[in-house]
Each structure stands twice: as C-alpha cells, then as structure tokens.
T-cell receptor, first 113, second 112 residues
C-alpha cells in the first residue's frame, strides 16, 4: 500500500521569497514515481514537477525544484522567487507499478504581496 | 485537444436518487481514475481502470460503481445517493505509470 503525508495544511510566503512544502511517503515498491500537482482556485489540477525514484538527481522546473531523499522517503517542493500566481493548493502524489496514484491531503499556499 | 472531459460540471441530487458521471478522454490513455475531493481530505481514489473492460476498487469504493466499456470512457455511478457523497469528483487518465495524470475539470455534486 502507498501512503502520502503532507504535514503542513497551510503555508504562507512573501512574494519573491522561497518556500518549501513537505511531503513524506511510504511504499513497498522498488519502482515508483513522485509528483507535485498544483490546484489553483479554478480547481484545475496542474502538474508542477515529477521525479523518478531511480534517479538520484533532483528534478527542477524553472522556479520549482524538489529535494528527494529516498532513504528518508521524503519529497519536498521548493518554490523560489514566489509569485502571486503560485498561490494554490499543492498536492504530493505517488504512483507505482500497481497503477494507483495516491495523493496527500494537500498544502494551501498563500503568497503575500 | 479536449483532453479529459467530465459531464456534468454541477449537479444537485436528492437522497436516494441515482446518477452517472461521464469521463471521456481523447488521448488514448490506458489508465483512468475517479477521485473525490473533500476539504482537508485531499484526493481519495474511488475506483480505477487499467484498460478497457477492467476496473478495480480504490480507497473509498462503497456506494459507487464504475464501468469501462470503451477505452476512452470511464463512468462513475451512484445508485442511491447519500449526503455523504456530496463532494467534488475528478476523473483522470494517464498512459503509463511513470507519466503524469491529466485531470478533468471536476464535477461538483451536492446531495440534499
């Protein structure tokens, strides 16, 4: 079984500053993938970043990067130079060979001007 | 491309009524999913399908049924709606386990 835990229900950051959202997961699979999704008020689910578990290098997409600690089963998301448009609910997710895609409960990010 | 389309976008049901939510994807994806999203609970998997004609239970399958008669469509049925099924429902699809899931725009269902 897969579980995903996001321990921060809410976070806030000042515009232009950096914020890190935490995620831990548990899985019995050796081959799995991790994702961060963003859900703005429009309700649309948008992929932010993806990490293959077999890769040691942390994934990066522009201002978004992850800190993947496989042994600790940790997968945090760092947002640099935060912008007002980054305000949203962020979900961490895990997927493996059992085809399921399991989500955490989400972290609501507020960006203050 | 339309991507993943959910029908309807909003619905109000009375307790005991039945309804079917339709999810259609035009990306030839193998895997399809139904989730419900409730405040503070994140997205919880109801049912999923790994191919045409196959379905499986997720975390919260009780009170729901699904069918995948055609590869592009995944239907979610509520046979006898209950207020506890008031939620936002999302359909998603993806092609392989290492790829991102594409989501529909969600269906807000209220059961009174």
């Amino acid at each position: 079984a897969q579980t995903v835990t996001q321990s921060q229900p809410e976070m806030s950051v000042q515009e232009a500053e950096t914020v890190t959202l935490s995620c831990t997961y548990d899985t019995s699979e050796s081959d799995y993938y991790l994702f961060w999704y963003k859900q703005p008020p429009s309700r649309q689910m948008i992929l932010v970043i993806r990490q293959e578990a077999y890769k040691q290098q942390n994934a990066t997409e522009n201002r978004f990067s992850v800190n993947f600690q496989k042994a600790a089963k940790s997968f945090s998301l760092k947002i640099s130079d935060s912008q007002l448009g980054d305000a949203a609910m962020y979900f961490c997710a895990s997927g493996g060979s059992n085809y399921k895609l399991t989500f955490g409960k989400g972290t609501l990010l507020t960006v203050n001007p | 491309n339309a991507g993943v389309t959910q029908t309807p976008k909003f619905r109000v049901l009375k307790t005991g009524q039945s309804m079917t939510l339709l999810c259609a994807q035009d990306m030839n994806h193998e895997y399809m999913y139904w989730y419900r999203q409730d405040p503070g609970m994140g997205l919880r998997l109801i049912h999923y399908s790994v191919g045409e004609g196959t379905t499986a239970k997720g975390e919260v399958p009780d009170g729901y049924n699904v069918s995948r008669l055609k590869k592009q469509n995944f239907l979610l049925g509520l046979e006898s709606a209950a207020p506890s099924q008031t939620s936002v429902y999302f359909c998603a699809s993806r092609t392989l386990m290492n790829t991102e899931a594409f989501f529909g725009q969600g269906t807000r269902l209220t059961v009174v």
